[in-house]
């Protein structure tokens, strides 16, 4: 659940997000009915959403040891990898020397270069980049180079390639964790929407994660989402990506069904990228409902052995004066017929403990980081 957090965390100050709580500030805000989601255990993390009936799962929360707060940190951290450096950040844009190798990259001078929110910056300067076919360049709080471009001004493929150009560049040598495709459509300012073809370039995680260790031992994993893009496409046998949190799920249940992979990996973006950057509490709650209302169908699909694992990579509390990601712990429920329903999973040190959990879930293990709570969770 991309950016679905339900605190803040210790140094939550230091990244500008004292008071930071996504989950919480949503139902104080809205009128948020989730009670499949609160008898998995969010209701213990949550109490404004705690259910009276018997809890089905298996609750906790998850802190993020890595610094920063981005998704490229926060999933990697939960496959086993905790960084001691955090991804380098541009808040006041990159520098002219780094633009200009962009520049001369690509054959075209861009547009922006600023920390901006991706909705408004298409409206700002979309008219512009339409006349002149320069592509605009922007950042934000987290370690991110993003390219958005009208898809009849410049082709979406080719978008792709300047991300390419841009990612031998800002992530190479710059430090910077992902560049993003934001291909948009529309006809003047006002009406500039972004596509579902957005697409992530990514580092490749600099040491084994529970993926690639699942790879090693024959063992398949079912990327959904923007997944193989985190990883860089290491460990991930078998992906598709997705254009919304219902296409995220309706996947997942195919997947369920017709995949023989061992582990389904799904992002369902719609809670960060529609609702938590845009502040936009309501449509966050809606997401959540919805998700909340396709629980059941998914675990009535769960076979007898499968396990299903719902947790958050941060948090993006709509409800902040700022747009960007919050440092927050994040929910981890577990569910199943195997689960010890109502078992207390406490607060884990880390998201790693997710993934050395499923390390020896599949015999794989250990990895190089976390404490895995899987006995906490089986019978």
Known sequence: MDGVGVGELPDAEDYGDRGANTVAHIAASQSLSIPFLARLGMGELVPALRSHDSILGAFGKMNERSPGKDSTTGHWEMAG???????????QGFPPDVIAEFEKGIGRQILGNRAASGTV??????????????PIVYTSADSVFQIAAHQEVIPVEELYRMCRVAFQIVVKN??????IARPFVGDKAGSFVRTPRRRDFVLKPPRPTLLDRMAEHGLRVFGVGKIEDIFAGSGVSESVHTESNAHGVAETLKAMDTSSAELIFTNLVDFDQQFGHRNDPAGFARALEELDGSLPTLMERARDDDLVLLTGDHGCDPTTAGTDHSREYVPLLAAGKRVRGGANLGTRESFADLGQSLAENFGVGPLDAGTSFLKLLLP
Not at 81 to 91: K, N, S
Not at 121 to 134: A, D, N, P, V
Not at 174 to 179: D, K
């Open 121 to 134: 910056i298409i409206q700002e300067l979309g008219e512009e980049h339409c006349r002149t076919g320069k």
């Open 81 to 91: 990898i905790v960084l001691e450096e955090a991804f380098r950040t541009y808040p």
């Open 174 to 179: 710059h430090g910077v964790a992902r560049i």
